[in-house]
């Protein structure tokens, strides 16, 4: 069982900046890869970013190029989500994931999910 714990959700202003945390704890091996999503009132979850498990390889949702980073400590199995320039339209639930090496799934990894931290951008 893995559990992935989720910070840094909150309120800020637009034009503001935020930090999100995500630590994976439990009995895995290892990591693949790590990312967030963002699910909007109403709306389905959405990718806003992903990180390979080396962190060589990033990509990110057009809407936020240039504005988030996203990077990862693997000897913490923490992800990170630096979001700046926030915007109104980035307000949401976002979700931390991450394929994990566990015994039953040694190989191939299993899915795992945060359980959402709230951030709300007002204009």
């Known amino acids: 069982q893995v559990q992935l714990v989720e910070s840094g959700g909150g309120l800020v202003q637009a034009g503001g900046s935020l930090r999100l945390s995500c630590a994976a704890s439990?009995?895995?091996?290892?990591?693949?890869?790590m990312g967030w999503y963002r699910q909007a009132p109403g709306k389905q979850r959405d990718l806003v970013a992903h990180?390979?498990?080396?962190?060589?390889?990033?990509n990110y949702a057009d809407s936020v190029k240039g504005r988030f980073t996203i990077s990862r400590d693997n000897a913490k199995n923490t992800v990170y989500l630096q979001m700046n320039s926030l915007k109104p339209e980035d307000t949401g639930v976002y979700y931390c994931?991450?394929?994990?090496?566990?015994?039953?799934?040694?190989?191939?990894?299993?899915?795992?999910w945060g359980q959402g931290t709230q951030v709300t951008v007002s204009s």
């Open positions: 990180i390979t498990s080396g962190g060589g390889s990033t």
């Open positions: 994931y991450c394929n994990a090496l566990v015994p039953k799934a040694r190989v191939s990894g299993m899915d795992y």
């Open positions: 439990g009995t895995l091996f290892g990591i693949n890869a």
